[in-house]
């Protein structure tokens, strides 16, 4: 699946070079041109396979990444007419689709072999990695009557299955590659390989560098927002300006995080409780900061502080965070990191109301973690604007 991706995106390129030469653009500017394009769609998720398929969605996403893509070229006297990006976000929109769909026919389906009372108890997770190669990657129980499969189709399910099966496919590998998360019932099957991984994690070297960069930069475009969100609240509200609560962070070490205040002050306000509890405290400024969670850039200075990171697990209330401690086995493992501003969770999974939901989310901070690199934190970043202005996983 990941190669029809490279190669869709590589044809996007030689369309828009091939575009900007017909208009008469030099061959260097319509490089970096078709170059940021190609960023600004990566950015709105246009590669997605689920997008690719759906060519209103690739229509959206296109358009919205090549125009971002235009502003931030707009100061360098790079820009392509708005005209001609229109043009060009059309064509590449039902070239992607067309093309992608084409290549996908192309791919041979693979059928995995699981032992039949693993096959039922893990069905939804089969159902899933299935929906999400949409149909290529196919799963069932082992036939009684069939003594032998070819190795590579058989799928080991257990610890004591991956011994036995030693070279044969193991279902974590399978489950983390096609759906980028970490179940928490692949953790229940695998607990001694996944304990190992997360007890002995520590962040890439160069990560702490890449935060301050990213928070210096921050607060530096984010200061009028800034500016103007304080007049708002106090306008509305009065003071206090920022929203100030201890939550949990890398290694369980509790710390003060910052937020602006987008709820009336409520001297019964007890705390420890999801947002959807408290949406009738919320102020009308506190409703546009959180759908574009502006109240969060304040965390930029948390971040400077070494107390958290632009790229983790969001950090939980205490008393929530306790909780969940509790009643979901792996959810210390999240504390191997330093919790964040955005992360993959976030990107990836709607805002969680409760403690099912909170496990789902869970999974793809876990898969973060044992993945976690430069590559992956950039990737995060640049999709994280996409996630603000449609609005994903905000309350």
Wanted: charged share 25%; hydrophobic share 45%; net charge neutral.
């Amino acid at each position: 699946m990941d190669s029809i991706l490279y190669v869709v995106a590589a044809v996007d390129l030689a369309i828009s070079l091939y575009f900007f030469h017909a208009l008469g653009v030099i061959f260097l500017k319509a490089l970096v041109v078709g170059l940021f394009f190609l960023l600004g769609m990566f950015s709105f998720r246009v590669y997605d396979p689920k997008n690719l398929v759906k060519l209103p969605n690739q229509l959206v996403r296109a358009f919205t990444g090549i125009m971002l893509s235009n502003v931030v070229l707009y100061p360098l006297s790079l820009n392509a007419s708005w005209l001609y990006s229109m043009v060009l976000s059309a064509l590449l929109s039902a070239s992607n689709t067309i093309l992608f769909l084409v290549l996908l026919k192309l791919i041979p389906k693979k059928t995995y072999i699981v032992d039949a009372e693993d096959f039922e108890e893990l069905r939804e997770i089969f159902d899933e990695i299935e929906e999400k190669t949409m149909g290529k990657i196919h799963f069932k129980p082992a036939n009684p009557h069939i003594l032998e499969y070819p190795q590579e189709s058989v799928v080991a399910t257990s610890q004591d299955l991956q011994r036995l099966l030693e070279k044969s496919p193991v279902v974590y590998e399978l489950v983390e590659k096609y759906l980028k998360r970490i179940p928490v019932e692949m953790i229940e099957r695998f607990g001694d390989h996944y304990e190992g991984i997360f007890k002995s994690f520590s962040d890439y070297p160069s990560k702490r560098i890449l935060d301050i960069i990213v928070s210096i930069l921050g607060i530096a475009i984010f200061s009028p927002v800034m500016l103007f969100v304080t007049l708002l609240i106090l306008i509305e509200d009065g003071r206090p300006i920022i929203f100030k609560q201890k939550r949990y962070g890398k290694n369980r070490e509790v710390f003060t995080m910052y937020k602006f205040r987008s709820m009336r002050n409520d001297q019964n306000y007890s705390g420890g409780k999801f947002a959807t509890d408290e949406e009738h405290r919320i102020m009308r400024v506190g409703k546009f900061m959180r759908a574009f969670r502006i109240d969060e850039v304040l965390q930029f200075i948390n971040v400077l502080k070494g107390e958290m990171s632009v790229v983790g697990p969001r950090p939980e209330q205490i008393d929530l965070a306790e909780k969940f401690e509790k009643e979901i086995l792996p959810y210390g493992f999240r504390y191997a990191t330093r919790p964040g501003i955005t992360g993959w969770a976030q990107l990836m999974y709607k805002y969680a109301t409760n403690t099912y939901e909170t496990m789902q989310k869970l999974s793809y901070d876990l898969w973060y973690i044992k993945n976690e690199g430069l590559i992956l934190d950039i990737v995060i970043m640049l999709q994280t604007p996409e996630a603000m202005i449609f609005r994903r996983g905000a309350k």
